[in-house]
């Protein structure tokens, strides 16, 4: 079964960095495009789009985060990694890996459960 692990996470002061990575266990036979999403809070929950990456090496970045936070990845470690500078209040939130991956059920997209980023002021 192909499973997306995350990890890092937790609370932090305003200012401060942290970086997630997320690794894909099980077998896969490649990856197009993956990334982080961070679960909006309050009424109007959504997922906003924090960065992606894709496998030639281009990256996407939410308007919010562009010039802060750097995603990478390592394709031969099954890895993504998620750098994050002069974090904000704003940026807290629950962050979850997602990836385009192809399994034994074919091309489709999998999820990681989610690690919660707390900033505080």
């Known amino acids: 079964q192909v499973q997306l692990v995350e990890s890092g996470g937790g609370l932090v002061q305003a200012g401060a960095s942290m970086s997630l990575s997320c690794t894909v266990s099980?077998?896969?036979?490649?990856?197009?495009?993956m990334g982080w999403y961070r679960k909006t809070s309050g009424p109007g929950t959504q997922l906003e789009l924090v960065?992606?990456?894709?496998?030639?090496?281009?990256?996407n970045y939410g308007p919010r985060f562009e010039g802060r936070f750097t995603v990478s990845r390592d394709s031969a470690k099954k890895t993504v990694t998620l750098q994050m500078n002069n974090l904000k209040p704003e940026d807290t939130g629950v962050y979850y890996c997602?990836?385009?991956?192809?399994?034994?059920?074919?091309?489709?997209?999998?999820w990681g459960p989610g690690t919660q980023v707390t900033v505080s002021s």
């Open positions: 099980g077998v896969i036979y490649g990856t197009r495009d």
């Open positions: 960065a992606t990456i894709y496998q030639i090496g281009t990256a």
């Open positions: 997602a990836g385009t991956l192809n399994t034994d059920r074919g091309w489709s997209t999998h």
